[in-house]
């Protein structure tokens, strides 16, 4: 697996899976040529932080995060997801460059769930995974959030939005 | 209806008359009443004094009082605007009138100036963003060298701070806004406008005739 550009762009080689190059080449080629777009500082911050949300004031339980960072490159994180959506029966409408927009066979309450996700780059070595809902019922779309695809990501996630271990 | 008012003023000092906060703000009356209640359950759970202390304010948002929060003590000393520590009822829906979905573009972009601006001297300064981020990354149980820390102030400034001074003023961050809108997500809560149906209790206790509503 040592193929010198599939290396290309891994740091953290030993905690990111290695994949099969399944992908489209097209895509591939183009996402080794170009990082994902840069999420800054400001971003990062207001995004990942518990701290600044202020909708839990009007939620009794704590809300699941629906971004995560990862330490994976760019281009394992849109095969991994790409993975993941063939695992839940979930169509890949479209993928280009660092997005993808997913939909699932079954209709459910509002129709079909779709789903869509975003790959930013903070640092060379840090990546944030956004998950929206692009269509159908909030409901379904946060039990395949937090049931479906937490787990499955689970290899590729370094951290998920509003979970807090220590002090700050 | 004059009795009830000064016998809720009395237990909440700086409560305000609905109808004159919501002539201030983005809410109608029945919204502000039903703030109210939202209010009310907040300050009173550790001491029942009508006001918001850091504790009771770090209860409500992270469900534990114990729980210190760089980002929450931001929030918490700008709703205080009066500096004593407390949030009153006043301060608390003017505050979160800026967080209204049609709250005014120009608020939202000045509150989230201050709250990153620490220190309060009107720059948003590297070093104050490197403190917020290492606050994140211990928040988050990340862990990064320090070296790319630097890389993400680097890439920052290169975009935000225009004249290259090392730090962001409001005008530049005005610019910076306006380039990443995503920034301002957290300037929105969209819960605020659907206030009246999560906190329907304020509909038996309304203090106000529905005409005035």
Redesign the interface.
Known sequence: MRVPWFSKGFTRSISCPILDDQVEDGQEIARTKSPPP?Y???????????????????EN??KSGSLF?SKCSGSTIMATLETVAKTFNFRVVWSKGYKLKMEGESEGRKGKLAVTAEVYE?????AVVEFSKAAGDTLEYKKFCEEDARPALKDIV??WQG?????? | MGCSQSLVKKQFPGHEDPVALASQTAFSVSEVEALFE?FKS?SSSLIDDGLISKEEFQL????NRK?????????FDLFDVKRKGLIDFGDFVRSLNV?HPNGSLEDKISFSFT??DMDGTGFIERQE?KQ??I??L?????K?ADG?IE???D??FL??DINGDGKIDRSEWLN?VAK?P??L??MT?P?LRDITT?FPSFVFHSEVDDIAT
Do not use: H
Request: net charge negative; hydrophobic share 50%; proline share 1%.
């Open positions: 840069f800054n500082a400001f971003e990062f911050i207001s995004s990942m932080s518990s701290g600044f949300d202020l909708s839990n004031l009007f339980k704590r960072t903070v640092a060379p070595e840090v370094w951290s979970e807090n271990n220590c002090q700050s | 939202l907040i409500a948002l992270f469900k729980k210190e929060n760089l980002f929450a003590n931001r929030i967080f709250l990153y963003v917020m981020l606050a994140l211990c928040e988050s149980d990340m990064l790319t890389i993400i102030l890439k920052t975009e935000a910076f990443n995503s920034l997500k957290i809560l819960y999560t």
